[in-house]
């Protein structure tokens, strides 16, 4: 039954399920689970925006700082956003590394120049 439920839809549908299926299991607490379905739907649907940036915040939420990194990176790749770049720039210096949390900063601003997220994240010293 499953086999024939797959042939019907499109790898983007079922990426999209799966999606939706991580999203609930994140938000559920289950970030394992999710994890392991937003990778599926990540070979499926290798250019969403959307399952790059749940994948980011799963890893970050495992503790897996580079792999988060990498996988925002790629969802900035697909779309630049200030509020992402808010974001890497926050884990970044959780991870020690300041120098490059006020370059992402600082790419938030000339975005968006009135983030007051960015802003205090620039100024940060460390």
């Known amino acids: ?4 439920a797959r042939e019907s839809r499109s790898d983007t549908e079922v990426a999209a399920a799966l999606y939706m299926k991580a999203q609930r299991l994140f938000d ?20 969403n925006r959307s399952i790059h940036l749940l994948l980011a915040r799963l890893h970050r939420a495992r503790g897996d700082g580079e792999k988060a990194v990498n996988e925002f990176h790629m969802a900035l790749w697909s779309e630049d956003d200030a509020d992402v770049r808010v974001e890497v720039a926050g884990l970044l210096r959780e991870m020690g590394r300041a120098v490059e949390a006020r370059k992402e900063a600082a790419r938030a601003l000339a975005l968006a120049p009135g983030n007051e997220a960015a802003r205090k994240l620039a100024e940060t010293p460390q």
């Not at 039954?1 to 024939?4: A, K, Q, R, V, W």
């Not at 937003?38 to 070979?43: D, E, I, L, M, Q």
């Open 1 to 4: 039954p499953f086999e024939l």
């Open 28 to 47: 559920g607490g289950d970030a394992a689970t999710a994890l392991a379905e937003a990778t599926r739907a990540g070979y499926l649907d290798p250019y």
